[in-house]
């Protein structure tokens, strides 16, 4: 049974970098096929994709926000980690960790984190 948990930090400043990281238990991030997502969720609006690191380590941003989010992972912590910079309120959101055989599928998530940007 894949897990992932992630752990963030609750609070940030406007401005500031956003950094966030999902740890992955009973399944290895660099297994052949797999991509690993960011995707958040904003109060009153629906789920919204960030990017993912595929098993080969290539990543993919949304659009929007490509230029300040960061995808990156920690082979041997099994850890994927993402960061967003020069965050504004409109960044607060929960945001979730999930694999999936595509960046636009996903059959295991995590339980999300709430992160507020603010002052």
């Known amino acids: 049974q894949v897990q992932l948990q992630e752990s963030g930090p609750g609070l940030v400043k406007p401005s500031q970098t956003l950094s966030i990281t999902c740890t992955v238990s009973g399944g290895s991030i660099t297994a052949n096929s797999y991509y690993w997502n960011w995707i958040r969720q904003s109060p009153g609006k629906g789920l919204e994709w960030i990017g993912y690191?595929?098993?080969?380590?290539?990543?993919d941003y949304t659009p929007s926000l490509r230029g300040r989010a960061t995808i990156s992972r920690d082979t041997p912590k099994n850890q994927l980690s993402l960061k967003l910079s020069a965050v504004t309120p409109e960044d607060t959101a929960v945001y979730y960790c999930a694999r999936g055989p595509t960046g636009y599928e996903y059959d295991y998530w995590g339980q999300g984190t709430q992160v507020t940007v603010s002052s």
């Open positions: 690191i595929a098993y080969s380590g290539s990543t």
